[in-house]
């Protein structure tokens, strides 16, 4: 196999499968989680809640304990800065949305690619220093589990191929930008059956969290 | 507690996991920003407490039971099946170290609920058989004598009569159409008798009828502490019956913090059906009086006094600024504590910890927050309004050689009632 053929093979056939996969397995993931269901609470409610419900969709993204805040500078600084830097290097760059548009019928204006490219690289370094934290914090050590690193790794590895494939690094272009299109396709396939289904489930997580203490007339 | 086996366990805990279980587990990400939360991470260090790692076994069960991959794994062979050790060893984590105190709740940045999650755990600890020793004694003895400590009829019966000698008036048992019906809790009954006659004084002067039921007068309810829904749809029947018979509008939840959750919060879940009464807390009704002007107080306390707000009256039960109006009734030098309100920090001894000897020494270590909290506000005196905070904030205190008394917020406002009208009995 050529680097053409592998470049061709990964953008076309291998990415459409991915993406079959990931829509699929986000699917029953959804279907898994739903199926449960949740009794109806029968206590004399002070409220819907679905309003704090909402509120807390967005309240979250910040702290209302101050202990906390103070002990967890870095997890949450951290956590802003590269999903903010990995959300401009998946969405804004031009490529990207070109990609987009074939599947959606639709785009959205770019960055300029130096910003992008700089997103990339601050977010790669977060990412680096979010893995240190990780393997150093006791409480970090304590929790993760094999998966973590998995997640990480699959989260690492499009930002460094991606970077890698613009600047022409090391390897043939074409090579290079093959591996980082199998990336994405890994990191699709992984999604629906990782702890990277949080990047939907944290707002109904939050919603959830947000209306039960609303019906207890709880202001978040 | 018949027959608990890690069988009975496995499938009480499988019954648990629902739609909002399933969300949480699928969205933590392992940050670790919740240990922060948890008094029982902050003062021991010890990562074991960080609050999502009380329910891994949950998250196992729930991985191999209502997931495709989990499932998978499960099939041929490749997940860890969990144990009678596993669960042994999980009991510290999730009785010892937590008071459901729901301070996790309010940090994780992915919204997960973690002490609804706790709570749901215990219920396969218990019917594992691997809740602590002091709980189930608590449990067996309020199913069987009707009060975790133990307190009989004759007690409450004898304190009513100290009562009725000290104020000159009835304390009125079981009088049908009362408008409200009050609970106990046994720590009231036992170490602070002040509270009946405080509420006596107040209904007195806001003019309205009361009652205690002489078969169902305990608030407090050990089933929700251990996890077993049984015990406490049991424990919370014999209220509803006793209010229902007495036909009441309102039954009062006594200063107490998880008997308010129970009757409150739980308790119509547990029966399965909506309560023909209200429930509140004695603040809520006392808070309603003084905005009906039926509560008249004179003077103002001198010292220098905070409040520690109970969890399940805050953060689990939305009361919050009733305490605050109540407060400034009676004193003019209220300061609040560092993180007050919604985001106090627990005592340490609540969600059972306080009836689990093997928690003894771990709850003392816990009050070192409420020590940090205090030593930075220079207060004379505490109010609180539940009694089991209260015996832990004084036997905290005394330990760490404070001497800040503590006093429970319905007795304080008694004192300072204008002694008009008697009209009540
Ligand atoms: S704070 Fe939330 S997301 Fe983070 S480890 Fe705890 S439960 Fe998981
Ligand atoms: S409910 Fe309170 S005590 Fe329990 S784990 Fe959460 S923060 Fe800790």
């Given at each position: 196999?050529?680097?053409v053929d592998?470049?061709l093979?990964?953008r076309?056939?291998?990415l459409?499968?991915a993406?079959?996969?990931?829509?699929?397995?986000?699917?029953?993931?959804?279907?898994?989680i739903?199926?449960?269901?949740?009794?109806?609470?029968?206590a004399?409610?002070r409220?819907?809640?679905?309003?704090?419900?909402f509120k807390?969709?967005v309240t979250r993204?910040?702290?209302v304990?101050?202990?906390?805040?103070?002990?967890?500078k870095?997890?949450h600084?951290?956590?802003?800065?590269?999903?903010i830097?990995?959300?401009?290097?998946?969405?804004?760059?031009?490529?990207h949305?070109?990609?987009f548009?074939?599947?959606?019928?639709f785009?959205?204006?770019?960055?300029?690619?130096p910003i992008?490219?700089l997103?990339?690289?601050?977010?790669?370094?977060t990412?680096?220093?979010i893995?240190?934290?990780r393997?150093?914090?006791?409480v970090l050590?304590?929790?993760?589990?094999?998966?973590?690193y998995v997640?990480?790794?699959?989260?690492?590895?499009?930002?460094l191929t991606?970077?890698?494939?613009?600047?022409?690094?090391?390897?043939?272009?074409e090579?290079?930008?093959?591996?980082?299109i199998l990336?994405?396709c890994?990191?699709?396939?992984?999604?629906?059956f990782?702890?990277?289904t949080h990047?939907?489930?944290?707002?109904?997580?939050?919603w959830?969290?947000?209306?039960m203490?609303?019906?207890?007339?709880?202001?978040? | 507690?018949?027959e608990?086996?890690l069988?009975?366990?496995l499938?009480?805990l499988?019954?648990q996991?629902?739609t909002?279980?399933?969300?949480?587990?699928?969205?933590?990400?392992?940050?670790g920003m919740?240990?922060?939360?948890?008094?029982?991470?902050?003062?021991?260090?010890?990562?074991?407490y960080?609050?999502?790692n009380?329910?891994e076994?949950?998250r196992?069960?729930w991985e191999?039971?209502y997931?495709?991959?989990g499932?998978?794994?499960?099939a041929?062979g490749?997940s860890?099946?969990i144990t009678?050790?596993e669960?042994?060893e999980?009991?510290?984590y999730?009785?010892?170290?937590?008071?459901?105190?729901g301070?996790?709740?309010?940090v994780?940045p992915v919204g997960?609920?973690i002490?609804y999650?706790?709570r749901?755990?215990r219920?396969?600890m218990?019917?594992a058989?691997?809740a602590?020793?002091?709980?189930i004694?608590?449990?067996k003895?309020?199913?069987k004598?009707?009060?975790?400590m133990?307190?009989?009829?004759?007690a409450?019966?004898?304190?009513a009569?100290?009562a009725?000698?000290?104020?000159?008036?009835e304390?009125p048992?079981?009088?049908e159409g009362a408008?409200?019906m009050?609970l106990?809790?046994?720590?009231?009954i036992?170490?602070?008798?002040e509270?009946?006659?405080a509420?006596a004084?107040?209904?007195?002067?806001a003019?309205?009828?009361?009652?205690?039921?002489?078969?169902?007068f305990e608030a407090?309810?050990?089933?929700?502490?251990?996890?077993s829904?049984?015990?406490?749809?049991?424990?919370?029947?014999r209220v509803v019956t006793?209010?229902e018979?007495?036909k009441?509008?309102t039954?009062?939840?006594?200063?107490?913090g998880?008997?308010?959750t129970?009757?409150?919060?739980?308790?119509?879940?547990?029966?399965?059906?909506k309560?023909p009464f209200?429930?509140k807390?004695?603040l809520e009704?006392l808070?309603?009086?003084r905005?009906?002007?039926?509560?008249k107080t004179?003077?103002?306390?001198e010292?220098?006094?905070t409040?520690?707000d109970?969890?399940?009256?805050?953060?689990?039960?939305g009361?919050?600024?009733?305490p605050?109006?109540?407060?400034?009734?009676v004193?003019?030098?209220f300061?609040?504590?560092k993180?007050?309100g919604?985001?106090?920090?627990c005592?340490g001894?609540g969600?059972?910890?306080?009836?689990?000897?093997?928690?003894?020494?771990?709850?003392?270590?816990a009050?070192?927050?409420?020590?940090?909290q205090?030593d930075?506000?220079?207060?004379?005196?505490?109010?609180?309004?539940?009694?089991?905070?209260r015996?832990?904030?004084e036997e905290g205190?005394?330990?760490?050689?404070?001497?800040?008394p503590?006093v429970?917020?319905?007795?304080?406002?008694?004192?300072h009632l204008?002694?008009?009208?008697k009209?009540?009995?």
């Amino acid at each position: 196999m050529t680097a053409v053929d592998f470049l061709l093979w990964v953008r076309g056939p291998g990415l459409t499968i991915a993406s079959i996969i990931f829509v699929l397995g986000m699917t029953l993931k959804f279907f898994e989680i739903f199926m449960l269901g949740r009794k109806k609470n029968l206590a004399e409610l002070r409220g819907s809640g679905v309003k704090e419900g909402f509120k807390t969709i967005v309240t979250r993204s910040g702290h209302v304990d101050t202990y906390s805040t103070r002990h967890t500078k870095f997890t949450h600084i951290a956590g802003w800065v590269f999903h903010i830097g990995m959300f401009i290097a998946i969405f804004l760059l031009a490529p990207h949305i070109e990609i987009f548009k074939t599947f959606l019928g639709f785009g959205w204006p770019a960055l300029p690619t130096p910003i992008v490219d700089l997103a990339t690289v601050i977010s790669m370094i977060t990412l680096l220093a979010i893995l240190f934290h990780r393997i150093t914090n006791p409480v970090l050590k304590y929790l993760s589990v094999g998966q973590d690193y998995v997640v990480w790794a699959l989260t690492f590895l499009p930002l460094l191929t991606g970077y890698m494939a613009y600047h022409h690094l090391f390897f043939r272009y074409e090579w290079v930008l093959g591996v980082h299109i199998l990336s994405v396709c890994l990191l699709l396939v992984f999604f629906p059956f990782t702890k990277l289904t949080h990047a939907f489930t944290l707002f109904i997580s939050r919603w959830y969290n947000g209306m039960m203490a609303g019906e207890k007339g709880v202001q978040q | 507690m018949s027959e608990a086996t890690l069988e009975r366990g496995l499938k009480a805990l499988k019954e648990q996991i629902d739609t909002p279980i399933a969300l949480f587990f699928s969205s933590c990400t392992h940050c670790g920003m919740c240990a922060t939360a948890c008094l029982f991470y902050t003062e021991t260090e010890n990562p074991a407490y960080t609050p999502i790692n009380k329910v891994e076994p949950m998250r196992r069960l729930w991985e191999q039971e209502y997931t495709l991959i989990g499932r998978i794994k499960k099939a041929i062979g490749m997940s860890k099946p969990i144990t009678d050790e596993e669960l042994e060893e999980w009991q510290e984590y999730c009785y010892n170290a937590c008071s459901l105190c729901g301070r996790c709740t309010m940090v994780c940045p992915v919204g997960n609920d973690i002490t609804y999650m706790i709570r749901k755990m215990r219920e396969g600890m218990a019917a594992a058989g691997h809740a602590p020793e002091g709980l189930i004694g608590a449990s067996k003895r309020a199913v069987k004598i009707g009060s975790p400590m133990g307190v009989k009829l004759p007690a409450l019966q004898a304190q009513a009569r100290h009562a009725e000698k000290d104020l000159g008036m009835e304390i009125p048992f079981d009088v049908e159409g009362a408008e409200y019906m009050m609970l106990m809790s046994s720590m009231e009954i036992m170490n602070y008798p002040e509270y009946m006659e405080a509420v006596a004084k107040i209904f007195r002067q806001a003019g309205k009828t009361w009652t205690i039921s002489s078969e169902a007068f305990e608030a407090t309810n050990s089933g929700i502490q251990i996890g077993s829904s049984d015990i406490a749809r049991e424990l919370v029947s014999r209220v509803v019956t006793a209010a229902e018979k007495l036909k009441v509008k309102t039954v009062i939840s006594p200063e107490c913090g998880h008997a308010y959750t129970a009757i409150r919060w739980e308790g119509p879940n547990l029966i399965g059906r909506k309560f023909p009464f209200h429930v509140k807390h004695i603040l809520e009704v006392l808070d309603e009086f003084r905005a009906e002007g039926l509560l008249k107080t004179e003077g103002f306390e001198e010292a220098r006094m905070t409040f520690h707000d109970p969890c399940q009256l805050v953060r689990r039960g939305g009361v919050v600024e009733q305490p605050r109006n109540l407060l400034n009734m009676v004193s003019k030098d209220f300061v609040e504590m560092k993180d007050h309100g919604i985001m106090n920090w627990c005592c340490g001894a609540g969600g059972g910890v306080s009836a689990n000897e093997d928690a003894a020494e771990l709850k003392m270590q816990a009050f070192k927050r409420k020590k940090s909290q205090l030593d930075e506000l220079n207060v004379d005196t505490l109010v609180t309004a539940c009694a089991n905070c209260r015996i832990q904030i004084e036997e905290g205190l005394e330990e760490n050689e404070m001497d800040i008394p503590v006093v429970g917020l319905t007795e304080m406002l008694a004192e300072h009632l204008v002694e008009d009208n008697k009209t009540e009995g």
